[in-house]
């Protein structure tokens, strides 16, 4: 009797420890994680994603801002506002909604402007302004050494697009 009892706890941790292990290797990523939305190739700014462009990930790492599998409606058709990896998680935040939205994009060649500051870092606000005249000012999408992507109201974009042609373009950083 002693030895049958010995036999059943032997085979019972043996079990729990392949139940653990079996757990740790398939069944946590099962449970806990998600499917979430990524792309296949590098997409650059001012992109509008299709269904080709779109893959998924299983990841424990989600959160509210990022699309998960289920909302490629909500990605489909959206025109990225930066840069956007490949196999990086798709946050809300990288996107336009031209629907809900009355704001374009804009960019600026350095080559238009009469100044330009190397310290303007992307989320900055700035003023544009031709001759001492505001033009208009926007947030900074992003930047590199030779143009700034700008996210502005509608209105001020044809106001700013016949100026950008003729050069003189004076950038002002906005203190917030």
Request: proline share 2%; net charge positive.
């Given at each position: 009797?002693k ?19 079996l757990?740790?290797?398939?069944g ?25 462009d ?73 003023k ?49």
């Amino acid at each position: 009797m002693k030895k049958r009892k010995a036999g059943l706890g032997i085979i019972f941790i043996t079990l729990s420890v392949v139940l653990i292990a079996l757990w740790h290797m398939y069944g946590k990523e099962f449970f806990l994680s998600e499917e979430i939305i990524i792309l296949n190739k590098n997409i650059p700014s001012g992109v509008t994603i299709t269904n080709e462009d779109i893959d998924y990930k299983r990841t424990d790492k989600s959160n509210k801002h990022i699309y998960k599998k289920g909302d490629e409606k909500l990605v489909v058709g959206k025109t990225s506002i930066q840069w956007i990896a490949k196999a990086e998680p798709l946050y809300k935040e990288y996107f336009i909604s031209r629907k809900k939205t009355d704001m374009e994009i804009i960019t600026i060649p350095k080559q238009y402007c009469a100044n330009w500051h190397n310290n303007i870092a992307k989320g900055d606000f700035i003023k544009l302004y031709y001759s001492g005249n505001l033009l208009g000012k926007g947030q900074v999408t992003s930047c590199d050494n030779s143009t700034i992507v700008l996210m502005m109201h509608e209105d001020d974009v044809p106001n700013i697009s016949s100026y950008i042609k003729t050069g003189g373009i004076t950038l002002g950083r906005m203190l917030t």
